[in-house]
């Protein structure tokens, strides 16, 4: 394969999707799917807390009223100081996922300093923006961006519609079919000025019962020890919450659970 | 009617090879030597901006002496190649080999089709995953010709004396500290060069995908002092 190289009239930049189909990989267009048949991903969340974020999302994937997948993997790190978190169609929000990795790190090499947290959050808004036609047959896909600002030195996080419409939010913020129970639960246990540990019992109590009053989201599946995905983002950087830690958290939900219902 | 001079085609190349290294031995070299830890090149560069050394991917670093806007847009194609073939097949695909390859033919090329040949070389290191002699350190010639060096190479002007001074110093299981430092002593010579005159980086064997890191002058002036 030779190398791309351009004229710079018609250079695609620092924007990876145009090189891509500058060099003839293109993504061919979907039609005649039924949502149904198609593997779906659900409840996502994020909450700002003192340091940082917490992200955190369900493992389940389903393709109608069938449990497709019991351990994906919906919140990624998208780099260092930020991560993604995602709802709607699997197969296009995966593929979203790696484009948008690929696009900061290619930015951040190409142009020599990595892109600013709302550059990033605007670089997103224009892939689920691509993914209109899916969108349009119900393939939709609903990220949730979040990071650490480390400009401003504060956790931000952004939600977006299946437009690509991009909004800002101040504390928290959910996603996906379960979002209504967890965004509820969020609203009612936030605090400003929450710690670390606070955030990630929170953000763990609203998956709980956003899987108890949705069947499209998964709890945490003991049996199999699959928790989860929580992650925190602060001035270190991304951080994947253990799953010992999750156990635990989520162990205390459950005794505080069989307490009020015995 | 006037008629074209005829010109052998080995004065041909020979008047053009003069020129790139004309152009190349303007510039201030580099180097880049194996350590226990990983690679690491250390540039002579004053300019704290206009980077000579890079990171391409994963576990591959860029350098290039000669002319800046012609080796920068080397170093933009090869991170173009090499997240294209990691976004189309995998990340585990993309290796140094196969670059300096591509940057061999895209030299060769402008070096005999050209209106001028470039006036750069250039550096493709990619440290390996055990350490174990599968570091990679390819040294690409402004006429396209590739040279695959074990232990260490030098590029750009006075290169012959740098690389004398370099193997000279050279051992096995050097630590960073000690690399740089010898790195620093191959390019200056008798001179003396400060770490504000350097543009130092490694590759980094471990555990993080990203291996490529750039050294701050306060850090480099440790490693010199150490």
Same mark, same amino acid.
């Given at each position: 394969m030779a190398l791309p190289v351009f004229e710079s009239a018609d250079d695609p930049g620092t924007d990876f999707s145009r090189l891509l189909s500058r060099a003839g990989v293109t993504q061919p267009a979907v039609g005649?799917?039924?949502?149904?048949?198609?593997?779906?991903?659900?409840?996502? %969340? !994020?909450?700002?807390?003192?340091?940082g974020v917490v992200m955190g999302g369900?493992?389940?994937?389903?393709?109608?009223? @069938?449990?497709?997948?019991?351990?994906?993997?919906k919140v990624v790190q998208a780099d260092s100081h930020s991560g993604v978190a995602i709802a709607g169609a699997a197969g296009p929000a995966v593929e979203m996922i790696k484009l948008f990795q690929v696009q900061l790190e290619y930015y951040e090499k190409v142009q020599g300093n990595a892109l600013s947290l709302e550059g990033k959050a605007n670089q997103l808004s224009s892939l689920v923006r691509s993914n209109l036609p899916g969108a349009m047959q119900g393939l939709g896909v609903v990220p949730i961006f979040a990071g650490f600002d480390t400009r401003r030195e504060t956790g931000r996080l952004w939600d977006y519609d299946v437009l690509g419409g991009?909004?800002?939010?101040?504390?928290? %913020? !959910?996603?996906?079919?379960?979002?209504?129970?967890?965004?509820?639960?969020?609203?009612?246990?936030?605090?400003?000025? @929450?710690?670390?540990?606070?955030?990630?019992?929170?953000?763990?109590r609203s998956l709980w019962e956003a899987a108890e009053a949705d069947s499209a989201t998964g709890g945490p599946d003991m049996v199999r020890g699959i928790y989860p995905i929580v992650a925190?983002?602060?001035?270190?950087?991304?951080?994947?919450?253990?799953d010992a830690e999750l156990e635990a958290v989520f162990t205390g939900i459950v005794s505080s659970a069989r307490e009020s219902s015995s | 009617m006037s008629m074209p001079y005829y010109v052998a085609p080995e004065q041909a190349m020979k008047d053009r090879a003069d020129f790139a290294r004309k152009g190349i031995a303007r510039g201030r070299g580099l180097v880049a030597l194996r350590h226990g830890g990983g690679v690491v090149i250390v540039a002579e560069n004053a300019s704290q901006s206009l980077r000579k050394v890079s990171e391409i991917y994963d576990r591959i670093a860029f350098a290039g002496v000669g002319k800046y806007n012609e080796f920068d847009q080397l170093r933009v194609a090869g991170i173009r190649q090499a997240e294209l073939t990691g976004y189309q097949y995998s990340r585990d695909d993309v290796d140094a080999r196969t670059l300096a390859n591509d940057y061999a033919q895209l030299l060769g090329n402008s070096f005999t089709h050209g209106m001028k040949p470039m006036e750069v070389e250039i550096l493709v290191a990619e440290v390996g995953l055990s350490g174990g002699g599968d570091d990679q350190i390819f040294h690409i010639m402004y006429d396209g010709t590739v040279v695959d060096h074990d232990d260490a190479c030098a590029l750009g002007g006075d290169a012959d004396a740098v690389t004398g001074r370099?193997?000279?110093?050279?051992?096995?299981?050097?630590?960073?500290?000690?690399?740089?430092?010898?790195?620093?002593?191959?390019?200056?010579?008798?001179?003396?060069?400060?770490?504000n005159e350097l543009e130092v980086a490694t590759l980094e064997r471990g555990d993080d995908r990203r291996c490529f890191r750039r050294l701050g002058a306060d850090e480099v002036a440790a490693l010199l002092g150490s």
């Open positions: 005649g799917l039924r949502p149904e048949d198609i593997p779906h991903a659900t409840t996502c %969340v !994020a909450l700002r807390f003192d340091g369900d493992r389940r994937a389903t393709s109608g009223h @069938l449990i497709s997948h019991r351990s994906m993997e991009r909004y800002e939010e101040r504390d928290h %913020v !959910a996603t996906g079919s379960g979002s209504l129970h967890a965004g509820t639960v969020m609203k009612m246990g936030y605090r400003s000025r @929450l710690d670390r540990d606070a955030a990630v019992a929170l953000v763990c925190v983002i602060d001035r270190d950087g991304w951080d994947r919450v253990g | 370099l193997s000279d110093g050279f051992r096995e299981g050097l630590d960073l500290a000690g690399a740089v430092t010898l790195g620093a002593s191959a390019l200056a010579g008798d001179r003396s060069l400060s770490a």
